[in-house]
């Protein structure tokens, strides 16, 4: 986060769908980084999860995968 021009897009995203991979480290970068703002998720098979999106196996065909995406303070 620190290298993160002000204004730029930081992305986190993987593919596992635990919630110690996933939520919970969102959860954790929110406390620490205020001001930083949650960007929505993709859309298509992407379905919420958090502040992030979830993408399930059986509905595309791919791996698990979570992608949560944040916009620095300007």
């Known amino acids: 986060a620190d290298l993160v021009v002000p204004g730029g897009v930081l992305v986190y995203s993987v593919c596992t769908l635990t919630s110690a991979e996933t939520t919970d480290v969102a959860d954790r970068f ?6 930083w703002l949650p960007l ?7 379905r919420p999860w958090g502040t992030g999106g979830l993408l399930l ?4 065909g ?7 995406t944040w916009r620095a303070p300007a």
Do not use: E, L, S
């Open 57 to 60: 196996p059986q509905v595309a």
């Open 30 to 35: 929110a406390a620490d980084h205020a001001g």
């Open 62 to 68: 791919t791996d698990g995968m979570t992608i949560f």
């Open 40 to 46: 929505p998720p993709p859309v298509g098979p992407w």
